[in-house]
């Protein structure tokens, strides 16, 4: 935990490996800092002294992305949560991001870390939470189950932050492709206004092509999947034939894909995508929103092959 006396701004590190890949977890909210193999980096992750900038491999609990003005209704009863996105007013990517996590299990592949999410003003609801981050011969695997442990209802939805490299150091020559049919549309707080679909416009990426100068911020969904569920978002080097596959169970019926651009320490040099169990301001539509009993519990997965 500690580099000298100073205790790492991430707080302890969980390295797990297979074959020459190696992937690190920290305690500071419970996400991936790095993931490589051999010597090339898989995700742009962040020092072991950093901090976690722009949201690198963070854990999206228990709502991913935003919600406007950080105000929304469940039962009949209104809620207002903190607004840590200032200048947009709103409130981003959950609770968890900053809080401690233990790690339950750990083994030379696979680490277990688990957090309990209390009541608190805005979201008064227990949450049980464990993220299983595993290696193998297909890559980094991230199972991820949340169990409502108060004694009522609780609105719940979940996300991860993964920015994705092929090394070239920037999007515009990598090649992507996203098997979605629909995109949704924001407004200057990075809300949804409205969807349509990607056929005939910038964002149709159902066929691989090149990123080019187009800047992404947007939220996609009617997913085509595989025979196996899952769908996948692929990124090429046609330089270096280097490829990047994160894929997403039926959990994740969401992508987000952000190519950094006003954020200057991720602009444009890798790609956050982003698997979601709902869009952007769920808590206020209702849009794929989770709601669970007492007791029960939601599981979502997804990963990373190379």
């Known amino acids: 935990m500690t580099a000298g006396d100073v205790v790492l701004p991430s707080g302890r590190q969980f390295e797990i490996a297979h074959g020459d890949q190696?992937?690190?977890?920290?305690?500071v909210g419970g996400g991936l800092r790095s993931y490589t193999v051999g010597d090339v980096d898989v995700l742009d992750g962040y020092p072991v002294d950093g901090t976690c900038t722009s949201g690198r491999g963070q854990v999206l609990i228990p709502w991913p992305n935003r919600i406007e003005d950080g105000r929304y209704d469940f039962d009949g009863i209104s809620h207002s949560l903190p607004l840590d996105e200032v200048p947009n007013r709103n409130a981003i990517h959950g609770l968890v991001r900053w809080a401690a996590w233990t790690a339950?299990?750990?083994?030379?592949?696979?680490?277990?870390?688990?957090?309990?999410?209390?009541?608190?003003?805005?979201?008064?609801?227990?949450?049980?939470?464990?993220?299983?981050?595993?290696?193998?011969?297909?890559?980094?695997?991230?199972?991820?189950?949340?169990?409502?442990?108060?004694d009522r209802d609780c609105p719940y939805g979940c996300g991860a932050?993964?920015?994705?490299?092929?090394?070239?150091?920037?999007v515009n020559t990598l090649e992507l492709r996203i098997p979605a049919a629909t995109v949704l549309r924001?407004?200057?707080?990075?809300?949804?206004?409205?969807?349509?679909?990607v056929a005939g416009t910038d964002y149709d990426f159902r066929a691989r092509r090149a990123i080019g100068g187009l800047v992404l911020d947007n939220a996609f969904t009617d997913l085509d999947r595989d025979g196996d569920g899952v769908a996948r978002v692929e990124l090429w080097d046609p330089a270096s034939g280097a490829a990047r596959t994160l894929w997403m169970d039926e959990a994740y019926p969401w992508v987000m894909v952000f190519s950094g651009d006003p954020l200057p320490d991720v602009a444009?040099?890798?790609?956050?995508?982003?698997?979601?169990?709902c869009p952007?301001?769920?808590?206020?539509?209702?849009?794929?929103?989770?709601?669970?009993?007492?007791?029960e519990s939601h599981t979502a997965t997804w990963g990373i092959s190379v």
Request: hydrophobic fraction near 35%; avoid cysteine; aromatic fraction near 4%.
């Open 22 to 27: 190696r992937v690190v977890v920290v305690e």
């Open 186 to 197: 924001s407004d200057e707080r990075s809300l949804p206004t409205g969807s349509e679909p």
């Open 104 to 150: 339950a299990e750990h083994e030379p592949d696979r680490v277990v870390m688990a957090h309990v999410v209390h009541p608190q003003p805005g979201y008064p609801f227990s949450l049980s939470l464990s993220i299983e981050y595993s290696l193998s011969d297909a890559g980094l695997t991230v199972h991820t189950s949340a169990t409502n442990a108060g």
């Open 280 to 295: 952007p301001n769920a808590f206020r539509s209702g849009e794929n929103l989770v709601r669970l009993a007492p007791g």
């Open 161 to 170: 932050h993964p920015y994705l490299t092929a090394g070239t150091g920037v």
């Open 268 to 277: 444009r040099r890798a790609l956050a995508v982003e698997p979601m169990s």
